[in-house]
């Protein structure tokens, strides 16, 4: 919990009055109960964290279509290994995309300074890292190609795109 | 590159191309260009990848409001604490919701079924745990624990909320 008390915290209790508002307002028209887990169309997409990036609605994907895995940089951790381990084996999926996009802020982050900073401030050095990335089209490939190279992903069609936040346009990878 | 000569290979391109036509026509409408990377509502969210929830409506948050954070189970992962660390470091937010699901496909899953059968079939017994889970609402508090006593993330305001995929409901856990 925050311990401030310099009106930032009201300010986080009221944002999350206002999601809980939302929600009511949204299953009262909610219309999906027919939906079940496998995604329709077979697809999991694993995508950066980004607030400026909808996946759905930037891929034409409606719900129950996609598994969405979204990490900071659309990394293809041992995390999100799993996460599409799970979706192939247990919910039938076949195809991954893997969606990075300009302006991350992972890309030229200065990873060494900001541990720094963190473990100065909290007095703990986690042993964490960031995943920070020099070159967002090389980022993408090595991506696509961790997926393709694990033992228990390997059997799927894996493709890499990149989403421009400046036209909501997605392109291959050069 | 999956190699089956059954139809499944086409579906698979044919969705590609579908995706790819979707993105032509919502680039041709696409007004976010003026979005900048802080999420608006300084809010990290982190919840399940499962197909029928759809993060933005059912919390009703826009385009440059939230980091969303998804994985199998909205798990508490060392990756999920990586992209919140980032989320909050070099982009601003402060509080974070973690949304589970009822109907999840970790909860009851017979994980040590779904990992012997896949490293049969892989001949390749990877350390990956899956994190399949016995009881919904003590997951939940659980994840939300997991952030608050990290030390790089312990500043946070942080809450976990059940969504119901049979009402589209979200509410507190149990």
Redesign the interface.
């Known amino acids: 919990?925050?311990s401030e008390s310099d009106g930032?915290?009201i300010?986080?209790e009221e944002?999350?009055d206002?999601?809980?508002?939302?929600?009511?307002?949204?299953?009262k028209g909610?219309a999906?109960?027919g939906?079940t887990?496998?995604?329709?169309?077979?697809?999991?997409v694993l995508a950066c964290?980004?607030?400026?990036?909808?996946v759905?609605?930037?891929?034409?994907?409606a719900?129950?279509?996609?598994?969405?895995?979204?990490?900071?940089?659309a990394?293809a951790?041992?995390?999100?290994?799993?996460?599409l381990?799970?979706?192939q084996?247990?919910?039938g999926t076949?195809?991954v995309?893997v969606v990075a996009h300009t302006?991350c802020?992972?890309l030229g982050?200065d990873e060494p300074a900001?541990r720094r900073?963190?473990a100065d401030r909290?007095r703990?050095d986690?042993a964490?890292?960031?995943?920070a990335f020099a070159d967002l089209e090389t980022h993408v490939h090595a991506q696509v190609e961790r997926i393709?190279e694990?033992?228990?992903t390997?059997?799927?069609?894996?493709?890499g795109l990149v989403y421009e936040?400046?036209?909501?346009?997605?392109r291959e990878p050069a």
């Open positions: 919990m925050t930032t915290a300010a986080d944002e999350y206002r999601i809980v508002a939302a929600n009511a307002r949204y299953a909610f999906l109960a939906l887990a496998p995604p329709r169309r077979r697809l999991a964290m980004d607030a400026r990036l909808n759905e609605e930037a891929l034409g994907l719900p129950g279509d996609a598994h969405i895995i979204r990490n900071a940089g990394l951790t041992d995390d999100a290994i799993r996460s381990v799970v979706s084996q247990t919910l076949r195809q995309l302006g802020g992972l982050l900001v900073n963190l909290t703990h986690a964490l890292a960031l995943g393709r694990h033992a228990w390997r059997d799927t069609l894996v493709r936040v400046e036209t909501g346009r997605l």
